[in-house]
């Protein structure tokens, strides 16, 4: 899995990369009084680090509050941790990478034919989450079947007895899989967990390259400075988002290691591609807005999809939720806090 995360990464860079070369340009003003290349290639560095260590502290957070008891995943606190990063990938999707995704593909630098005829990036967000679903319940279907014939072979699947407390209290109405074995219903629920992880990590990297490289490819020092500050806030928030959906997932630690990593590096990685690129790499050029405005807009699809159907319905119709009114209300709080600090965010990055 990380090394097909690794590979679509790859080839997300490289299409970017080809296509913004040698393609003509939609011009801006670059006459800038603030614009100071060596003055800006020092602090592109700094926040490069600083960029990093904000989001390994933002998704490891969730991860290390493991150790606290009350944060344990039976508690009711884990339960509003999640509702609170779940609130955050839900606006990541709606109030970052969808408007972006509009803004590029109707950008006034593209031609009047056929991307001001069109609202292209509803269409393919609106597409990808189809897909999404499509992907969801066809793996879902796989791996009921394969699981179900382990059964038969009399083999016991043991997966995290931590999950068991959360999927295994009473009703397993949510996704219907009612018919399953109780233990192979448990397996699955820690398999979509693993799946939805892995998913959303997918959907959050190119919203993150993709800022780095506007700041890696600028030399507007009057922007810089508090274009990283916002960047801070936005990976640590992120990545809380992201680490409250590792910490459900209970990958081994080597695993968490990688996902922790592969988050992180990302938009430093995006700046450190912006500044090698920053002679040939144009923000405004049709091709880099097409190709982008077409990532962000699957991106969006997926990450509505998930956060919609994968993190909030599946808890607050599961057992847990549904079992108390209480709970139901705290988690709402969770979920308006998360998606409304993601939102401010959006202010800026
Ligand atoms: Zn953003």
Same mark, same amino acid.
């Given at each position: 899995?990380? /090394?097909?995360? +690794?590979?679509?990464?790859?080839?997300?860079?490289?299409?970017?990369?080809?296509?913004? +070369?040698?393609?003509?340009?939609?011009?801006?003003?670059?006459?800038?009084?603030?614009?100071?290349?060596? *003055?800006?290639?020092?602090?592109?560095?700094?926040?490069?680090?600083?960029?990093?260590?904000?989001?390994?502290?933002?998704?490891?957070?969730?991860?290390?509050?493991?150790?606290?008891?009350?944060?344990?995943?039976?508690? /009711?606190?884990?339960?509003?941790? *999640?509702?609170?990063? /779940?609130?955050?990938?839900?606006?990541?999707?709606?109030?970052?990478?969808?408007?972006?995704?509009?803004?590029?593909?109707?950008?006034?630098?593209?031609?009047?034919?056929?991307? #001001?005829?069109? &609202?292209?990036?509803?269409?393919?967000?609106?597409?990808?989450?189809?897909?999404?679903?499509?992907?969801?319940?066809?793996?879902?279907?796989?791996?009921?079947?394969?699981?179900?014939?382990?059964?038969?072979?009399?083999?016991?699947?043991?997966?995290?007895?931590?999950?068991?407390?959360?999927?295994?209290?009473?009703?397993? @109405?949510? #996704?219907? #899989?009612?018919?399953?074995?109780?233990?192979?219903?448990?397996?699955?629920?820690?398999?979509?967990?693993?799946?939805?992880?892995?998913?959303?990590?997918?959907?959050?990297?190119? #919203? /993150?390259?993709?800022?780095?490289?506007?700041?890696?490819?600028?030399?507007?020092?009057?922007?810089?400075?508090?274009?990283?500050?916002?960047?801070?806030? @936005?990976?640590?928030?992120?990545?809380?988002?992201?680490?409250?959906?590792?910490?459900?997932?209970?990958?081994?630690?080597?695993?968490?290691?990688?996902?922790?990593?592969?988050?992180?590096?990302?938009?430093?990685?995006?700046?450190?591609?912006?500044?090698?690129?920053? +002679?040939?790499?144009?923000?405004?050029? &049709?091709?880099?807005?097409?190709?982008?405005?077409?990532?962000?807009?699957?991106?969006?699809?997926?990450?509505?999809?998930?956060? =919609?159907?994968?993190?909030?319905?599946?808890?607050?119709?599961? &057992?847990?939720?549904?079992?108390?009114?209480?709970?139901?209300?705290?988690?709402?709080?969770?979920?308006? =806090?998360?998606?409304?600090?993601?939102?401010?965010?959006?202010?800026?990055?």
């Amino acid at each position: 899995m990380a /090394s097909n995360l +690794k590979m679509v990464s790859i080839f997300i860079i490289f299409t970017t990369f080809l296509c913004t +070369k040698a393609m003509s340009q939609c011009e801006d003003a670059t006459n800038n009084p603030c614009n100071n290349k060596s *003055k800006a290639l020092p602090l592109k560095i700094i926040g490069i680090a600083v960029i990093l260590t904000t989001s390994i502290i933002g998704v490891s957070l969730p991860l290390i509050t493991r150790s606290i008891p009350a944060l344990s995943p039976d508690r /009711s606190l884990f339960v509003i941790v *999640k509702a609170f990063a /779940s609130g955050i990938i839900l606006a990541t999707g709606f109030m970052h990478v969808l408007p972006d995704s509009f803004d590029m593909l109707r950008s006034s630098c593209l031609a009047d034919n056929p991307w #001001h005829k069109f &609202p292209f990036a509803g269409f393919v967000a609106m597409l990808s989450a189809i897909f999404t679903l499509v992907v969801d319940s066809v793996a879902t279907s796989v791996y009921t079947m394969k699981n179900n014939s382990v059964a038969a072979d009399g083999d016991e699947v043991v997966f995290g007895d931590q999950v068991m407390a959360v999927a295994g209290g009473g009703g397993m @109405h949510f #996704h219907g #899989h009612s018919h399953c074995q109780q233990k192979g219903a448990i397996g699955q629920q820690l398999l979509r967990y693993r799946v939805v992880a892995m998913v959303l990590e997918l959907g959050i990297i190119v #919203h /993150s390259i993709v800022i780095g490289l506007g700041v890696g490819a600028s030399n507007d020092v009057c922007t810089i400075k508090p274009l990283v500050a916002a960047l801070c806030f @936005h990976q640590m928030f992120e990545g809380m988002g992201l680490g409250g959906c590792i910490l459900q997932a209970e990958y081994k630690t080597v695993k968490k290691v990688v996902m922790v990593f592969f988050f992180s590096i990302t938009t430093p990685f995006g700046i450190a591609l912006g500044i090698v690129l920053s +002679k040939t790499y144009k923000e405004n050029s &049709p091709s880099s807005l097409i190709t982008v405005g077409l990532l962000n807009a699957s991106s969006a699809g997926l990450l509505i999809y998930m956060a =919609l159907v994968d993190l909030l319905a599946a808890d607050f119709m599961g &057992p847990k939720l549904q079992g108390n009114i209480k709970l139901q209300i705290k988690s709402y709080f969770a979920v308006l =806090l998360g998606a409304g600090g993601m939102s401010l965010m959006a202010k800026w990055a």
